[in-house]
Structures are given as structure tokens and as C-alpha cells.
């Protein structure tokens, strides 16, 4: 995925929730002044392989031997917590340091890499986390475009990007342990981010030929919303 094709889906996001540019581009660049290049073969070689994305949500507790049985674990925030409490090791974590920046830290010390999103609603949290993580262990990523050491491989919440960093990669398949699409308890405004991280999901599936079991039933109606985004583009 590279920003030119990813772009239209960025600017579609940002005219949904009102967010600015601007500030995603001042937290993308006081993240590049705190960060060093990091090689994705850093990640391990995980083409072939089947990754779990690990997702945040509540049923991951009751799905915990789907990441158990991948070749490879990519866990979305909390769900590093989760997994590392059951005994499921910890491939990368990918994280907007809104929950466990703790956790997160910690895991680059030991080596575990971490992909860390700058955007413009967590600045505060990019100047006080970022340069806590061990650099040889730490991807910066940005939703805007890609500056210096920063990165944008694709998605927006975290654990669609967690599933466009490994495809990027080049892993076999993908499986998506603890993802609740339709989760009661979280406010409007992440229901809305859950229904993009669908759509995300959906344009990646369209883009790697390959059917994920937690689109099944939804994938007309996310097709009706991104084909207008999309049509143009190589979809």
C-alpha cells in the first residue's frame, strides 16, 4: 500500500469525522524527529505464514487458540495484554498509545516490535511516549503522508492497520482472533471507527483475492461504501 493509493480513503476519513490534516501532519513530523528508520524485516519473515490479527474486543478471551494455532501473532492494543496474560506470545503490537503505551514500551525493550501511530488527537502522547520505546524496536506510522522514518502502510483503527502492516509483508493468510464489529458497549463515535475499520478490512480482502470469516454478511453493504471512494482507483 503506498499514500497515493491509500489517499482517498484518508480523505474520506477525515471529511467523516471532521478531523484535521493539519494536526495529523504535526504529530506525523514531532514523531519523525523522535524516531529512527525501522527495517520491516525487523518484523521477521512471515511471508507464507498465517498471521492473527488480534483484535481488542471482549471475545478474544474465547478465541485465544486462534492466535495460538497462527504462525505469527499482530496484536491490536489491549489485545497484547490479553494474549501475554494467557501465554500467547507477542509478534508485533500496534497501538495509538491511547490505552497501554505502558505495555507497549515494555515490549520494545524486550525486542517485540511495536508500531506506533502519531495522529492528531494523540500529540501529547507521541512527545511523552515515543521516546521511552527502544528505537531499534519502534515503526513510527502516520495516516497522512509519510515523512522520514514515519510510516503509512494502509487502515486507520488499530487493528485494521495491524492487518496492512502484515500484508505488506507479504504473510499467506490472515486470521482475526477477538473482533466485534457490532460491540454494544463502545460509544458512538467507535462504532463509527469499527463500521471504517470494516470497510478497511473489506478493500483489503478485495486487494489480497482472500475472504476474512469476520466480513461474511456485511461485504454488499461495505462495497456500497467504498466503491464511491475507490471508483478511479485500482480498488
Not at 499514500?3 to 471529511?15: G, H, K, Q
Not at 471482549?58 to 494467557?86: F, G, H, N, Q, Y
Not at 475472504?211 to 456500497?224: P, Y
Amino acid at each position: 500500500m503506498n499514500f497515493e493509493t491509500f489517499e482517498p480513503v484518508y480523505e474520506a476519513i477525515l471529511a467523516d469525522f471532521g478531523f484535521d490534516r493539519a494536526a495529523d501532519e504535526r504529530a506525523r513530523d514531532v514523531a519523525a524527529e523522535i524516531a529512527t528508520p525501522f527495517p520491516l524485516d525487523r518484523l521477521g519473515d512471515w511471508r507464507g505464514d498465517t498471521v492473527a490479527i488480534a483484535g481488542a474486543a471482549p471475545r478474544l478471551a474465547d478465541e485465544i487458540e486462534v492466535a495460538r494455532d497462527a504462525d505469527a501473532v499482530v496484536a491490536a492494543s489491549t489485545a497484547a495484554d490479553v494474549l501475554r496474560d494467557r501465554g500467547v506470545a507477542v509478534d508485533c503490537m500496534v497501538t495509538d498509545l491511547d490505552k497501554n503505551p505502558d505495555t507497549a514500551a515494555a515490549l520494545t525493550r524486550e525486542g517485540v516490535p511495536v508500531a506506533a501511530h502519531a495522529h492528531g488527537d494523540n500529540l501529547p502522547a507521541v512527545r511523552e511516549w515515543l521516546p521511552r520505546f527502544a528505537d531499534e524496536a519502534t515503526l513510527a506510522t502516520t495516516q497522512a503522508a509519510p515523512v522520514g522514518p514515519v510510516r503509512n502502510l494502509g487502515g486507520f483503527t488499530d487493528g485494521d492497520r495491524a492487518a496492512f502492516l502484515a500484508d505488506h509483508v507479504g504473510v499467506g493468510r490472515l486470521v482475526f482472533p477477538g473482533w466485534d464489529f457490532d460491540d454494544p458497549d463502545v460509544n458512538p463515535t467507535k462504532a463509527r471507527k469499527l463500521d471504517w475499520a470494516a470497510r478497511l478490512l473489506r478493500w483489503l480482502e478485495r486487494r489480497r483475492d482472500e475472504r476474512f470469516d469476520i466480513l461474511d454478511g456485511r461485504r454488499g453493504e461495505l462495497d456500497d461504501a467504498l466503491d464511491p471512494i475507490l471508483r478511479g482507483g485500482d480498488g
